[in-house]
């Protein structure tokens, strides 16, 4: 069984421009969360897709989407850049979008920001 | 608005001490609590996951407990080891939302053992 994997691993990008980080849910998982972790602080929820939706966003801003397609991986796009929005930035998949599902991280995508 | 917080934020021990790191949140409507280990630059690796109804969750040598009308959780580390040394995070999902959020999580409490 394949658990969460996510790319690139590591991204260069400079203010203004545009990023798209990918993400592949376990195997049978059909809910994706993505999560925002700056350096030094606990990740924080960004949104989350089930079924291809968007079901559930956390306090961020609309430059901030995402994608989930038919297989449920899924796409993080963030729109002009900002130097805040260097951090790590985590996906995680369950099982389905009951509360009590274990959420699967993956190693994450460190994006930074110049 | 849940929030969760960490005590202490940093501890340092010599190897093969048992030690206990606290997890607070503000809001007991949740569905679970997780525990999360995670290693510098890293993912997060899930430790024990307790669900509401549940008291506690134990994975060899670590025992994680859930007071949930006290909004408080443990984290107990029995016989410590440097291979221990990580981040410990404890997470939340609010359970207002019907399943629509996300984990909530602490800031951590960063852990060194001591060869």
């Known amino acids: 069984e394949t658990g969460v994997t996510q790319s690139p691993t590591h991204l260069i990008k400079t203010r203004g421009q545009q990023v798209t980080l990918r993400c592949s849910s376990q195997?049978?998982?059909?809910?994706v969360s993505w999560y925002q972790q700056a350096l030094g602080q606990g990740p924080q929820f960004i949104f989350q897709?089930?079924?291809?939706?968007?079901?559930g966003r956390g306090n961020f801003p609309p430059r901030f989407s995402g994608l989930q397609f038919p297989n449920y991986s899924s796409e993080l796009n963030v729109n002009a850049l900002e130097l805040d929005d260097s951090a790590l930035y985590l996906c995680a998949s369950s099982l389905g979008l009951a509360g009590n599902y274990e959420q699967y991280f993956g190693p994450g995508t460190r994006l930074t920001v110049t | 608005k849940q929030e969760v917080t960490q005590i202490p934020a940093a501890l340092s021990v010599p190897e093969g001490e048992n030690l206990v790191l606290n997890c607070s949140f503000t809001?007991?409507?949740?569905?679970?609590l997780q525990w999360f280990r995670q290693d510098p630059g890293k993912g997060l690796t899930s430790l024990l996951l307790i669900q509401s109804s549940q008291r506690e969750q134990t994975s060899g040598r670590l025992n994680a407990s859930l007071d949930k009308s006290s909004g408080r959780s443990t984290l107990y580390i029995a016989a410590s080891q440097p291979g221990d040394s990580a981040t410990y995070l404890c997470?939340?999902?609010?359970?207002?939302?019907?399943?629509?959020?996300?984990?909530?999580f602490g800031k951590g409490t960063h852990l060194i053992i001591q060869p």
């Open positions: 195997s049978g998982h059909n809910t």
């Open positions: 897709y089930y079924r291809e939706e968007e079901n």
């Open positions: 809001d007991s409507a949740i569905y679970n």
């Open positions: 997470a939340v999902r609010p359970a207002s939302g019907g399943g629509a959020d996300g984990l909530t």
